[in-house]
């Protein structure tokens, strides 16, 4: 078959980059045992397309060796869009097809320096490219990482990195790339499974994996040790029963007020509780406590807004760095002011 003359390629014997395609047509042995005379002619039928749509492409179509064919291009880009066109192509006629009458094919494409005639391609670059042939999947694509490397940025498709494979009767190890046609699957029946990971993706799979168990236990464990028992204000908390104290205790029974820590969420204006019924009187509040009554953010200080107006004015005689706010320190230094705000507090405890 010479279609030089409308082609790209130089028909002169020369040695030259080009970009070289092989296709094969997928259990074709099979096929010719089940019935010769009909597979021999859908074989006719799929090598037809194949030279019409290479001849668009501006590829020229060597050989045709029984099922398959042998076609060159002077660009990268025109053989691997090619064979993406040859693939959707047969994929699409699948679905009118009866299955008797639908040829799965594998296509192969190397870059590579090679030696073109006018009938005949050879070199170093042909075999690497009948080679990767057999790699790709029923109905799929496999390219080489030379190609890879130049169509990348040019093309607009999905490809699947399948690792550096040792081809028959090649020397080096061949990088081998799958170019995914979204079809190949649904219309030939086959299943949607990626092909395996390399060997470094498969290691970032765990290690994300094992990652991210890792939080999940370590959120486990934060959760339970940060969780708070139930304060006394919310619903279901079992306030504890106080009793007078007895003739041994040595120190006596807290009054029965709202809690003063700074996790309590009673309020400190809480309805005063009647003395108790046998007499006992409740002890004096301390003067912390005193403090921690009127205190009612919680800063270590009393403003204007916590103390009641009629001791405000001895309270702010003891503000010593006249900030407008009282502490502890500045409370105890003046001795009269703290006997009021004890009797303060004891009369908001009661």
């Known amino acids: 078959m010479n279609n030089s003359e409308s082609s790209g390629v130089d028909s002169q014997g020369r040695r ?49 060796m029984g099922d398959g064919c042998l076609a060159v291009f ?3 880009v025109y053989a691997v869009e090619c064979a993406q066109e ?15 009458e639908v040829l799965q094919h594998r296509i192969g494409i190397h870059l590579g320096d090679i030696y073109v005639t006018d ?31 130049v169509i990348k940025t040019r093309l607009s498709m999905q490809t699947v990195y399948l690792g550096a494979k040792q081809l028959k009767n090649i020397r080096s190890p061949v990088h081998i ?10 219309f030939y029946g086959l299943p949607q499974t990626a092909p395996p990971p390399s060997g470094r993706r498969q290691y970032n799979q765990i290690l994300w994996g094992f990652a991210l168990c890792t939080l999940f236990l370590a959120g486990i464990v934060a959760f339970l040790l940060l969780k708070k028992p139930p304060l006394s204000g919310d619903k279901g908390a079992v306030e504890p029963t106080l009793s007078p104290p007895g003739p041994t205790a040595g120190i006596p029974a807290p009054a029965r007020v709202a809690p003063v820590s700074p996790q309590s969420s009673a309020p400190l204006d809480a309805p005063k509780q009647s003395p108790p019924k046998d007499g006992l ?8 406590e005193v403090f921690r009554r009127l205190d009612r953010n919680g800063d270590g200080r009393l403003a204007r807004n916590e103390v009641p107006m009629r001791l ?23 001795q009269e002011v703290f006997d009021e705000l004890r009797k303060a507090g004891n009369e908001k405890a009661g």
Not at 122 to 142: F, H, K
Not at 312 to 334: H, M, N, Q, Y
């Open 74 to 76: 002077q660009s990268g």
């Open 281 to 288: 009187r409740e002890p004096l509040l301390t003067p912390i």
């Open 312 to 334: 405000w004015r001895r309270i702010i005689r003891a503000d010593r760095d006249r900030d407008g706010c009282v502490t502890v320190p500045e409370l105890k230094a003046l």
């Open 177 to 186: 790339y799958h170019v995914k046609i979204p079809m190949e699957a649904e």
């Open 119 to 149: 009938d005949e391609v050879m070199g170093d670059g042909v075999n690497v490219a009948a080679r990767l042939q057999t790699e790709a999947p029923a109905g799929g694509i496999c390219i080489s990482q030379p190609l890879y490397e």
């Open 16 to 64: 030259m980059l080009a970009a070289v395609m092989f296709t094969d047509v997928v259990d074709s042995s099979r096929l010719m045992g089940e019935n010769e005379e009909r597979t021999m002619i859908l074989i006719e039928r799929d090598l037809r397309i194949i030279c019409e749509l290479c001849k668009q492409f501006n590829g020229r179509v060597l050989k045709q």
């Open 86 to 100: 040859v693939q959707r192509l047969f994929a699409e006629h699948a679905r009118s097809l009866p299955p008797e």
